[in-house]
């Protein structure tokens, strides 16, 4: 992807945090999945009282993108951190999380784009955050 790309997706992400319903945590995160079609569909993580239904902000992106028809993305943006800190440090997805990457990407080739508040970019390969994962080629 393309350094302005990737730089759009971050600012996205990072508006996300608005709209982030963190009341038991207050760990806010903003994800923007971009699409093989060119859409970018946003997330952000919404709890629950109950704790288990909460959904993470990347879960909340794929599964807007899948509802809406959308199966094959090129590459997620994620950012998040603590309410009220003045740093956001990287924060990289949560098991569940890759292994929904899993359902919908390939791993040698879908980007995880993590960002924090001092500007700094790291970009990741699904296959590097999820080792000899299991995908749906593994029931075929
Ligand atoms: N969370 C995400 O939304 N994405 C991640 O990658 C890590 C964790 C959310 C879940 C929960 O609402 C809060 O952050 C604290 O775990």
């Known amino acids: 992807m393309k350094k302005e790309q990737i730089i759009k997706m971050i600012e996205i992400a990072f508006s996300q945090l608005a709209y982030s319903y963190t009341p038991y945590s207050d760990f806010k995160v903003g994800a923007a999945l971009l699409g093989k079609n060119g859409r970018i569909y946003t997330g952000c993580n919404i709890e629950n009282a109950a704790y288990t239904p909460s959904n993470c902000a990347e879960r909340t992106a794929f599964f807007k993108a899948v509802s809406d028809g959308e199966r094959n993305f ?36 879908f980007e995880i784009v993590l960002g924090n508040s001092a500007g700094d970019i790291k970009v990741i390969k699904l296959k590097d955050i999820l080792p000899e994962g299991f995908g749906p080629e593994n029931l075929e």
């Open 74 to 109: 090129r590459a997620i943006a994620i950012v998040g951190g603590k309410e009220g800190e003045k740093d956001y440090d990287f924060c990289s997805p949560c098991g569940v999380c890759r292994q929904v990457m899993m359902e919908f990407c390939d791993p040698e080739e």
